[in-house]
């Protein structure tokens, strides 16, 4: 004799989705449109992930510089070579990528990280770079992340770690202020090496996560450091890349 469960799967849907929308938000933090109940992550619309630009062209296979004409390493890569040995993000730091990064660094939205490092994770794999050792995080300065309540590089680089099963390895601190956002480029530039230590040495590859890739100086600093206390590779990844008026292919 078959029993039939008191369970109503319809109705227990329905009732899922008005217990959604009556205690989770109910429009997108982008586009302020109604957040549907299937899509939508971390109060984000479909739609608005959906318009998350993503690099697609040939990029410089050294830096990830979509100012290139084909995939092989662009002029300055060739005439200056960085200490990392490759590097890619996921999209260029405009429309909604550029409003999650906002999201996710100044309006206290961490519950981003996860979402993100997915994309993040997918770039990755569409590098086809080897494993690496250990995940790391591009470190921020005790006093800001006192007053954002977390740090977002390592928001990511956890989430990343995880979605690669990888290990996670708090490895760095950042000394002084050393604030980059609002500096010129050539004063980023400048970025002293000191800013940056190791506390604790990373062996073999180091995978650097950081949110946004600007001019490279603060990977590069990162990367001097892990190489300078045991790492023998370091990649980056970000999520985001700025453009660089000026860069030669």
């Known amino acids: ?44 619309c479909p739609g608005c992930w959906g318009r998350v630009a993503r690099h697609t062209g040939p990029l410089c296979p050294v830096c990830g510089s979509p100012d290139v004409a084909a995939a092989e390493p662009c002029l300055a890569c060739r005439t200056a070579p960085p200490p990392w040995r490759a590097a890619a993000s996921v999209g260029p730091y405009e429309g909604a ?56 590089a390592e928001l990511l680089g956890r989430a990343v770690a995880r979605e690669l099963e990888l290990p996670f390895v708090r490895a760095m601190r950042r000394r002084g202020r050393g604030a980059q956002v609002g500096r010129s480029r050539s004063e ?10 190791v506390r604790r040495p990373v062996a073999g590859a180091a995978l650097l996560i950081d949110d946004v890739f600007t001019t490279g100086a603060t990977a590069a600093s990162c990367a001097r450091a892990l190489l300078g206390s045991g790492a ?18």
């Open 1 to 44: 004799m078959l029993v039939r469960s008191w369970y109503n799967f319809p109705a227990m849907a329905k009732l899922a989705e008005a217990l959604a929308l009556t205690f989770l938000p109910s429009t997108c933090a982008i586009c302020s449109g109604a957040l549907a109940w299937s899509g939508s992550r971390a109060g984000i």
């Open 97 to 152: 990528l550029r409003d999650l990064v906002l999201l996710f660094k100044t309006r206290g939205r961490d519950e981003l990280a996860a979402p993100i490092a997915a994309m993040m994770a997918d770039a990755f794999r569409r590098a086809g770079w080897k494993r690496p050792t250990s995940v790391v995080a591009v470190p921020m300065t005790w006093l800001r992340r006192l007053r954002r309540g977390y740090d977002q």
């Open 188 to 197: 980023r530039l400048r970025l002293p090496a000191a800013t940056f230590a």
């Open 232 to 249: 023998n590779q370091v990649d980056v990844l970000t999520f985001a890349r700025t453009p660089q008026p000026g860069r030669i292919p």
